[in-house]
């Protein structure tokens, strides 16, 4: 037995359902989390690294940038284990902020398949997902709609 005899638990293109619900972990969002974006991209912007600053805007304290609201809303899917093997890429998202998410938030995401279509290349095929993420009192505070690549063999892309 070794690596090569691993089995991948990703569903494969043919395995999602459309209209099927479901719902991911939760995770805190951290002082971490902020620093390391704002040094991995370079965007100091005081709303989200100013104390002062923060506590004098509409939202009375800093607040995480969108774009963490994001990357960690899809690490949340990875998570699931549900696209582990099978997905070959995400080709395309749009994103829509509702509430801030504030440090200390806890976020999980319910997501939902809701439409597929096969590609030309045989063995694939499109899976378009509308994702909802929520904050620990369930207050929606982001929406996004997100198109994989998936594969219809686990472990073949």
């Not at 939202?59 to 899917?77: P, Q």
């Not at 509702?98 to 976020?107: C, G, L």
């Not at 378009?128 to 686990?154: C, G, M, P, W």
């Amino acid at each position: 037995m070794g690596i090569r005899d691993y089995e991948f638990r990703g569903r494969t293109y043919d395995q999602w359902e459309l209209g099927e619900e479901y719902i991911t972990g939760a995770r805190t969002i951290t002082e971490a989390d902020i620093v390391n974006f704002a040094g991995l991209s370079g965007d100091w912007s005081a709303t989200h690294t100013n104390d002062v600053y923060g506590k004098g805007t509409i939202y009375g304290s800093r607040i995480a940038y969108g774009n963490v609201t994001f990357i960690v809303s899809t690490g949340l899917l990875t998570q699931t284990l549900m696209f582990e093997g099978t997905t070959v890429a995400l080709l395309d998202m749009q994103i829509s902020y509702q509430e801030p998410v504030r440090f200390e938030d806890t976020i999980y995401c319910k997501f939902i398949p809701v439409e597929k279509r096969p590609t030309k290349t045989p063995g694939r095929g499109l899976v378009t997902f509308h994702v909802f993420v929520y904050n620990q009192n369930d207050e929606q505070v982001a929406e996004e709609r997100l198109v994989f690549l998936i594969s219809s063999e686990k472990g073949h892309m």
